[in-house]
């Protein structure tokens, strides 16, 4: 291990914090064979099963990524400073949260990319699984297992990789890339050293990256890494340092609209009630602005029985009314009738002068 890589008091190894600016390299402790013999040197096939995961300090901006790397040299710092140099012989599959190395914001972030020699990829797949041959995109950096699996076969000089869920089974029976790499026989030596390397970037862009398991398998006909199950590995710490998920600038606008929304909804309520009052008053009515529901008085005059009648009027008829049983609730209330030859400004002038008057109240 070296720089910021370390295991945690429970065996969990961590590439890199989510300190800005901070590398991370884990290599396993003895050089692999991975030439089938000094004269021969076709590369061997090899599988590898890796679980991680990716808890960035926000949840729309992380960085960088990790790689799985073949390095001839247990210090791969020394040999990632010479980029594109065919002295390297390194071979590495990269997970990228962002951009890739020297890339215009027009390529793509999330992805996983394949790089010979250069932090630079040969070629490069936006990270999705098969699902039942229907394609899901999937998000590296969420905090949650991913797993992946790296397969060479050395006689077609087929690489396959497979990222998916590591909680998914069964996993997908299509990989997500599939290339063949001729020239992975020219930086393979006879001995490489094989793990991780991770970066994080500058400001929020920074992640912690997680090995939680790993397996690898070299030499024979088809090489198979040990499958690794979830519920047995170890799992990262909660994410209490996550920021949140809004710069202060996103924070800023949303309390703004949010404040101006509120006054919104405050005014519309209040023009709303407004409104209404207007709509439901009358121009006579201002002065006696006091109204009652028809059900009210549909139920004081008891349906407006014949029973409650106590006299007829130009425009209709006059109910005697109840309001409660109190003497001082009874009510008069004449209901128009349709048709009525008198108008609408002789009926408010009897209610204007009925509502200047003070009635004696009748026996029942």
């Known amino acids: 291990m070296e720089a910021d890589a370390t295991v945690q008091p429970n065996g969990l190894l961590r590439l890199t914090d989510q300190k800005p600016n901070t590398i991370g390299t884990t290599l396993y402790r003895k050089a692999v064979r991975l030439l089938e013999s000094h004269r021969n040197a076709s590369v061997r096939s090899f599988s590898t099963c890796i679980v991680f995961a990716i808890n960035p300090t926000s949840s729309k901006e992380g960085g960088y990524g990790f790689t799985f790397t073949l390095s001839p040299i247990p210090d791969i710092q020394d040999v990632s400073t010479t980029n594109e140099n065919p002295r390297n012989h390194v071979f590495a599959v990269g997970f990228d949260t962002v951009q890739g190395f020297e890339d215009g914001y027009h390529r793509m972030g999330n992805h996983v990319g394949v790089n010979f020699n250069s932090l630079q990829s040969d070629f490069e797949g936006h990270v999705l699984f098969y699902k039942r041959e229907q394609k899901e995109e999937l998000l590296l950096q969420t905090g949650e297992p991913v797993k992946a699996d790296i397969l060479y076969d050395g006689n077609t000089k087929l690489l396959n990789i497979t990222v998916y869920l590591a909680e998914m089974t069964p996993s997908p029976v299509r990989p997500m890339i599939s290339r063949p790499v001729p020239k992975l026989s020219k930086i393979i030596e006879e001995e490489m050293y094989v793990g991780f390397t991770a970066a994080t970037g500058n400001g929020e862009r920074s992640s912690a990256h997680y090995i939680m398991g790993w397996s690898f398998s070299s030499g024979g006909e088809h090489p198979v890494a040990a499958k690794l199950n979830l519920s047995d590995l170890l799992h990262p710490p909660t994410n209490t ?58 139920s004081a005059t008891d349906g407006f029985s014949e029973e409650r009648i106590i006299g007829y009027g130009g425009f209709g008829t006059v109910f005697r009314g109840s309001l409660s049983t109190s003497l001082s609730d009874r009510i008069a209330v004449k209901k128009i009738t349709e048709g009525s030859e008198q108008g609408i400004r002789e009926f408010v002038a009897e209610i204007e002068s009925l509502g200047r008057l003070s009635h004696k109240c009748w026996e029942s």
């Open 241 to 298: 340092s996550e920021k949140s998920a809004y710069s202060s600038k996103e924070i800023g606008l949303i309390v703004a609209i949010s404040a101006v929304t509120l006054i919104f909804i405050v005014l519309l309520v209040y023009f709303f009630i407004y409104k209404k009052r207007g709509e439901t008053l009358e121009d006579w009515e201002v002065n006696h602005p006091h109204r009652m529901r028809y059900k009210e008085l549909h």
